[in-house]
């Protein structure tokens, strides 16, 4: 026969994918002529098409015994003992076909893809140049030498390799898919995805291109784009778990709750150890309000993966809402055990720690999530927020740490400030703009609603920025009172700061201050031209960006708090506060005493606003009225250690058990409300005063004693008792406060007629007035935005 025809039919049977028939000719040959080196190199080949590693190693080995010229069966041997891992091996047999044929590009390039995966990153690209010597043609070279300059952050200079990979060889998908990667990297997303569709219409089956491109979406909040593309890759290939935990986590953000636990269920179905799918299960059921099912996917996920610190964090998070403290800083201390960087888990200990009134410790842990990542503002403002409980600081001390918070955080954005193209016209429509992550039940939304639900829309054009976590039934009250509803979790302070400069709001009020949710750092930013403070904090934000902060003539008397304001002072007329009373409120009931035959104090205050003079004053009250009792409700008491300590101080002072009842959850907000039918004369909080918890009680009849202090924090009481018509009720210092209690409890009668009258005081007060109050605020906000245009307009002149 003749042998170089038979070689020749054994390779096109090779190249035709007729494996079978390629080796019968090969052994054929190879009976006749065991030698035959190109013959053995060819079944080499063949094998390693078969994934058959071990025999196609065998036979390259061979070929190149016979025949140690022949150059491509040491880049072959190469290539496969690269794949089985042997990879100096590899090296060897790349660098013995470089040594036959030095122009021979293949050698090169998959020698230096081998270097780079040793780790030599310069060496890889230095091959991948030679590659591209010898053949400018090779597309393989362009890609790896695109990964090279990648991996050297050189995107801009990969980019042209990637895009010469592609015209080459059109249907090569990892180039395609390298440069989707770069231009990501380089913030060209568009782009990308024009690359991403590409690929699609190359192949119409595609997973990978369907998932990567709904990514894209997801994160750009195109959330029905993401779900169409993702549901496309689960039909291409339902058997992919992670599609279906994808899903799930783009309807969560879509908010179609009961759809995102049903592709976690799904991909728990594929994946029962998945940990991350019952993690976020967890986290769906949390924000549905089912605390415990969510409990119960999160231990499930820790049971999957014992080193799951998220899990541990979100578990513990949902202890702390239920007032279980100690189990919740034991979860968030497993995460520190195991992962001793995780600077979340140091805040929320720090945080749990503050509402058991353990201050020190609590700033302790902050600050250690700050030494972590000094860039951490949510640990600072925590900070920030747990030394107004903390009696041993002094207000200067408190405003000088706020100060430090601006230098830190606010001075490295001042370069960052939209500028602003707002019309400077005095008495047109403007532009309102209020951020706050408690657009829900929540004690900010009581003195909130009344004002968005009575703005003059005509005059004034409102814009609401939700960073709500857990939408309720007022959420969607508040998004009706709203022109435009933004919703802004998951974007970055600096996304948030370019819509808002984009809507061209005029005033944006931050109602937060250093509380949970914050966002400080837009408004460091500067995307609006006028910008205030209000109600959601009681100090100073530290942020010279913040050009007001509102107030009024009680809680900040002219002349005496102006010191301890990075912001200017804008002073409200009689409140800087208008509540709104639950509309469900129970009726008011006959004065317990009368029931009881005991007076009955009572606070409902967060127990972190209990401090050690607090409990002082408590102990003599009951004391000097040795009948009383007095009932404390807060969300920490529902921990047995905070219960037990709680009860300690009172035992320590001779005050038995059975005077003290400690309360913490109750099932609705009638419920709470209606426990003020127990209570015959509420007790403030000093130095942090009450707001809410004072509102309510007077609504519900009950008489709030407070303490007046020097700062605005310890005002608040006085400003809510004053604008009710009850200064009587104001003390100048503690042994007033705690005359004015007991002298209250022996007075049945003025009792019976608070009980009669303080509903319909508060009724009638500035305090309820949402009307008259909004008229007010927005007389003010029309002020501000008057002298800001009379400074635009002078700017404006002076620099033509």
């Given at each position: 026969?003749?042998?170089?025809?038979?070689?020749?039919?054994?390779?096109?049977?090779?190249?035709a994918?007729?494996m079978?028939?390629a080796?019968k000719?090969?052994?054929?040959?190879?009976a006749?002529t065991?030698?035959?080196?190109?013959?053995?190199?060819?079944?080499?080949?063949?094998?390693?098409?078969?994934?058959k590693?071990s025999?196609?190693?065998?036979?390259?080995?061979?070929?190149?015994?016979?025949?140690p010229?022949?150059?491509?069966?040491?880049?072959?041997?190469?290539?496969?003992?690269?794949?089985?891992?042997?990879?100096?091996?590899?090296?060897?047999?790349y660098?013995?076909?470089?040594?036959?044929a030095?122009?021979?590009?293949?050698?090169?390039?998959?020698?230096?893809?081998?270097?780079?995966e040793?780790?030599?990153?310069?060496?890889?690209?230095?091959?991948?140049?030679?590659?591209?010597?010898?053949?400018?043609?090779?597309?393989?070279?362009?890609?790896?030498m695109?990964?090279?300059?990648?991996?050297?952050?050189?995107y801009?200079?990969?980019?042209?390799h990637?895009?010469?990979?592609?015209?080459?060889?059109?249907?090569?998908?990892?180039?395609?898919?390298?440069?989707?990667s770069?231009?990501?990297?380089?913030?060209?997303?568009?782009d990308?995805?024009s690359?991403?569709?590409?690929?699609?219409?190359?192949?119409?089956?595609?997973?990978?291109?369907?998932?990567?491109?709904?990514?894209?979406?997801?994160?750009?909040?195109?959330?029905?784009?993401?779900?169409?593309?993702?549901?496309?890759?689960?039909?291409?290939?339902?058997?992919?778990?992670?599609?279906?935990?994808?899903?799930?986590?783009i309807?969560?953000?879509?908010e179609?709750?009961?759809?995102?636990?049903?592709?976690?269920?799904?991909?728990?179905?594929?994946?029962?150890?998945?940990a991350?799918?019952?993690?976020?299960?967890?986290?769906?059921?949390?924000?549905?309000?089912?605390?415990?099912?969510?409990?119960?996917?999160?231990r499930?996920?820790?049971?999957?993966?014992?080193?799951?610190?998220?899990?541990?964090?979100?578990?513990?998070?949902?202890?702390?809402?239920?007032?279980?403290l100690s189990?919740?800083?034991?979860?968030?201390?497993?995460?520190?055990?195991?992962?001793?960087?995780?600077?979340?888990?140091?805040?929320?200990?720090?945080?749990?720690?503050?509402?058991?009134?353990?201050f020190?410790?609590?700033?302790?842990?902050f600050?250690?999530?700050?030494?972590i990542?000094?860039?951490?503002?949510?640990?600072?403002?925590?900070?920030?927020?747990?030394?107004?409980?903390?009696?041993?600081?002094?207000?200067?001390?408190?405003?000088?740490?706020?100060i430090?918070?601006?230098?830190?955080?606010?001075?490295?954005?001042?370069?960052?400030?939209?500028p602003?193209?707002?019309?400077?016209?005095?008495?047109?429509?403007?532009?309102?703009?209020?951020?706050?992550p408690?657009?829900?039940?929540?004690s900010?939304?009581?003195?909130?609603?009344?004002?968005?639900?009575a703005?003059?829309?005509?005059?004034?054009?409102?814009?609401?920025y939700?960073?709500?976590?857990?939408?309720?039934e007022?959420?969607?009250?508040?998004?009706?009172?709203?022109?435009?509803?933004?919703?802004i979790s998951?974007?970055?302070?600096?996304?948030?700061?370019?819509?808002?400069?984009?809507?061209?709001?005029?005033?944006?009020?931050?109602?937060?201050?250093?509380?949970?949710?914050?966002?400080?750092?837009?408004?460091?930013?500067?995307?609006?031209p006028?910008?205030?403070?209000?109600?959601?904090?009681?100090?100073t934000t530290g942020?010279?960006?913040?050009?007001?902060?509102?107030?009024?003539?009680?809680?900040d008397p002219?002349?005496?708090?102006?010191?301890?304001?990075?912001?200017?002072?804008?002073?409200?007329?009689?409140?800087?506060l208008?509540?709104?009373?639950?509309?469900?409120?129970?009726?008011?009931?006959?004065?317990?005493?009368?029931?009881?035959?005991?007076?009955?104090?009572?606070?409902?205050?967060?127990?972190?606003?209990?401090?050690p003079?607090?409990?002082?004053?408590?102990?003599?009250?009951l004391?000097?009225?040795?009948?009383?009792r007095?009932?404390?409700?807060?969300?920490?008491?529902?921990?047995?250690?905070?219960?037990?300590?709680?009860m300690?101080?009172?035992?320590?002072?001779?005050?038995?058990d059975?005077?003290?009842?400690?309360?913490?959850?109750?099932?609705?907000?009638?419920?709470?409300?209606?426990l003020?039918?127990r209570?015959?004369?509420?007790l403030?909080?000093?130095?942090?005063?009450?707001?809410?918890?004072?509102?309510?009680a007077?609504?519900?009849?009950?008489?709030?004693?407070?303490?007046?202090?020097?700062?605005?924090?310890?005002?608040?009481?006085?400003?809510?008792?004053?604008?009710?018509?009850?200064?009587?009720?104001?003390?100048?210092?503690?042994?007033?406060?705690?005359?004015?209690?007991?002298?209250?409890?022996?007075?049945?009668?003025?009792l019976?007629?608070?009980?009669?009258?303080?509903?319909?005081?508060?009724?009638?007060?500035?305090?309820?007035?949402?009307?008259?109050?909004?008229?007010?605020?927005?007389?003010?906000y029309?002020?501000?935005?008057?002298?800001?245009?009379?400074?635009?307009?002078?700017?404006?002149?002076?620099?033509?």
């Amino acid at each position: 026969m003749n042998i170089n025809n038979v070689i020749q039919s054994a390779f096109e049977a090779y190249q035709a994918g007729d494996m079978s028939k390629a080796e019968k000719i090969c052994k054929k040959i190879l009976a006749r002529t065991p030698g035959n080196s190109d013959v053995i190199h060819l079944l080499g080949a063949l094998y390693y098409q078969n994934g058959k590693h071990s025999l196609a190693i065998t036979y390259f080995q061979k070929a190149v015994q016979l025949n140690p010229m022949l150059t491509q069966a040491h880049v072959n041997l190469g290539k496969v003992l690269q794949e089985n891992g042997q990879i100096d091996e590899a090296i060897a047999c790349y660098e013995k076909a470089i040594a036959l044929a030095p122009h021979l590009a293949m050698a090169h390039n998959n020698l230096g893809f081998v270097l780079q995966e040793k780790g030599l990153i310069e060496e890889a690209g230095a091959c991948y140049k030679r590659a591209l010597d010898c053949d400018p043609g090779l597309a393989l070279a362009h890609n790896n030498m695109g990964v090279y300059l990648e991996k050297k952050d050189a995107y801009e200079q990969a980019i042209p390799h990637f895009l010469k990979a592609i015209r080459l060889k059109p249907n090569f998908m990892e180039a395609h898919f390298n440069l989707a990667s770069v231009l990501l990297k380089i913030g060209r997303v568009d782009d990308a995805v024009s690359v991403y569709r590409n690929i699609i219409h190359l192949n119409p089956d595609n997973t990978d291109a369907y998932m990567e491109l709904g990514d894209i979406y997801h994160k750009k909040r195109q959330l029905e784009s993401a779900v169409e593309c993702l549901l496309k890759a689960l039909k291409l290939n339902p058997g992919l778990f992670y599609i279906s935990y994808n899903l799930g986590n783009i309807l969560k953000d879509k908010e179609a709750f009961d759809e995102a636990i049903q592709f976690y269920q799904k991909a728990l179905e594929l994946n029962p150890s998945y940990a991350a799918a019952y993690n976020n299960m967890g986290n769906v059921l949390r924000i549905q309000g089912h605390m415990s099912d969510a409990i119960v996917n999160y231990r499930k996920a820790i049971n999957v993966d014992p080193r799951y610190t998220h899990a541990y964090n979100n578990l513990g998070n949902v202890l702390k809402t239920q007032g279980q403290l100690s189990d919740a800083i034991v979860n968030y201390q497993k995460a520190i055990d195991i992962d001793p960087q995780y600077i979340h888990a140091y805040n929320n200990i720090g945080s749990a720690l503050k509402d058991t009134g353990n201050f020190d410790e609590a700033e302790r842990y902050f600050r250690k999530a700050l030494q972590i990542q000094p860039d951490y503002s949510t640990a600072y403002s925590n900070t920030l927020l747990s030394m107004h409980y903390n009696n041993r600081y002094s207000p200067g001390s408190v405003f000088s740490a706020h100060i430090q918070f601006a230098e830190q955080f606010e001075k490295p954005l001042a370069t960052h400030h939209f500028p602003h193209t707002n019309e400077p016209v005095p008495d047109r429509r403007l532009r309102i703009g209020y951020i706050s992550p408690d657009f829900r039940r929540h004690s900010v939304a009581y003195f909130l609603e009344p004002v968005l639900s009575a703005h003059t829309h005509d005059n004034f054009e409102i814009s609401c920025y939700s960073d709500v976590v857990v939408p309720d039934e007022m959420t969607k009250r508040f998004q009706g009172y709203s022109d435009h509803w933004e919703v802004i979790s998951g974007q970055s302070d600096g996304e948030v700061a370019g819509l808002i400069q984009k809507h061209r709001i005029d005033i944006l009020i931050d109602l937060s201050g250093h509380t949970a949710g914050n966002r400080l750092l837009v408004f460091a930013q500067k995307p609006a031209p006028v910008q205030a403070s209000w109600i959601g904090y009681p100090a100073t934000t530290g942020l010279s960006s913040l050009d007001y902060k509102i107030v009024d003539t009680y809680t900040d008397p002219p002349g005496t708090t102006e010191h301890l304001y990075s912001e200017r002072l804008l002073r409200l007329p009689e409140t800087f506060l208008c509540f709104l009373p639950d509309k469900d409120s129970p009726d008011i009931g006959p004065l317990p005493v009368l029931t009881t035959g005991h007076i009955t104090f009572g606070s409902f205050n967060n127990f972190s606003k209990i401090s050690p003079d607090v409990f002082r004053g408590w102990h003599t009250i009951l004391k000097k009225v040795p009948a009383a009792r007095l009932i404390m409700k807060a969300k920490s008491l529902a921990d047995e250690t905070v219960r037990e300590y709680v009860m300690s101080l009172f035992r320590d002072e001779g005050i038995t058990d059975d005077r003290v009842e400690l309360l913490s959850w109750t099932k609705s907000p009638q419920e709470h409300l209606d426990l003020y039918n127990r209570i015959d004369i509420a007790l403030d909080t000093f130095p942090y005063n009450g707001t809410t918890t004072t509102c309510e009680a007077l609504w519900m009849g009950v008489p709030v004693v407070t303490l007046q202090g020097d700062i605005h924090a310890s005002r608040v009481g006085s400003s809510l008792l004053s604008n009710v018509g009850l200064p009587k009720l104001i003390a100048g210092n503690q042994e007033e406060y705690v005359d004015i209690s007991v002298a209250l409890a022996h007075d049945r009668e003025r009792l019976k007629t608070f009980r009669k009258s303080l509903r319909d005081l508060m009724a009638r007060s500035p305090l309820t007035d949402s009307k008259g109050f909004t008229a007010t605020l927005e007389m003010h906000y029309r002020e501000i935005w008057r002298q800001w245009c009379e400074t635009a307009s002078k700017n404006a002149y002076r620099f033509r």
